[in-house]
């Protein structure tokens, strides 16, 4: 247990869908991620909150929709994926954004899209 | 960002020591060092980190090459546990990189028993 979790662990959705993903942490930290991680290629970055505010982008298509209500929660509101968006997406959060700050991972949700 | 080259995958018996290496000759003075490894099905977990100076934790021990081009992680005493994809990544501890994380292919550390 890193104290991050994710919800749903596993999701299957049509391309027309709207599902959200839910990463929660209990460390009393100001920083959150998503991170995704496809077959055969490295985790990417996607989104970087920092004390709630959004200060990363990694040029993520809009059909990704991130949402930070609060230093504890993170979401990524998905629409009209496509099945390329098929996935494991990780959350994690850390102490802060700063370079040096151990980040804790959650299980991650594991996505497909048909 | 600064770049990392490792070996797709290593072997090593259980209770033997295992080194990791890791090239960053580009690095840069404002770059940290860190080491995450990804056990199979869960979230990567951070190992260990430095700047220049050797470094040990109940995990791991880092040791960085003195022109800091290149890095080991040593696991003293390989188990079963510790096979994993191990990550060596450069943090940029200038401007607002904000924790950036940015992940190769690592390596596929396979212990053997």
């Known amino acids: 247990e890193t104290g991050v979790t994710q919800t749903p662990r596993h999701l299957v959705m049509g391309m027309t869908n709207k599902k959200s993903l839910k990463c929660e942490q209990h460390?009393?930290?100001?920083?959150m991620y998503w991170y995704k991680q496809s077959a055969k290629k490295p985790l990417e970055l996607m989104f970087v909150?920092?004390?709630?505010?959004?200060?990363e982008n990694n040029s993520v298509p809009s059909r990704f929709s991130p949402e930070c209500p609060n230093s504890s929660h993170l979401f990524l509101h998905l629409h009209t994926l496509q099945p390329e968006d098929s996935a494991l997406y990780l959350c994690?959060?850390?102490?802060?954004?700063?370079?040096?700050?151990?980040?804790?991972f959650g299980p991650g949700t594991r996505l497909t899209v048909l | 960002d600064a770049k990392t080259t490792q070996p797709n995958s290593m072997e090593s018996n259980e209770e033997e020591p295992v080194h990791l290496p890791c090239n960053h000759s580009?690095?840069?003075?404002?770059?940290?060092i860190h080491w995450y490894r990804q056990l199979p099905s869960q979230g990567p977990e951070y190992v260990i980190h430095?700047?220049?100076s050797n470094v040990n934790n109940r995990m791991a021990s880092l040791a960085i090459a003195e022109d800091r081009k290149s890095s080991t992680l040593i696991l003293h005493r390989a188990t079963l546990r510790d096979a994993a994809v191990y990550y060596c990544?450069?943090?940029?501890?200038?401007?607002?990189?904000?924790?950036?994380?940015?992940f190769g292919q690592g390596t596929i550390l396979t212990v053997h028993p």
């Open positions: 909150y920092n004390f709630k505010e959004q200060t």
């Open positions: 580009t690095i840069s003075g404002t770059d940290y």
């Open positions: 460390l009393g930290h100001n920083a």
């Open positions: 994690a959060s850390s102490p802060s954004g700063n370079y040096n700050n151990e980040q804790f």
């Open positions: 990544i450069l943090r940029d501890r200038s401007g607002t990189s904000y924790g950036k994380l940015t």
């Open positions: 430095g700047l220049t």
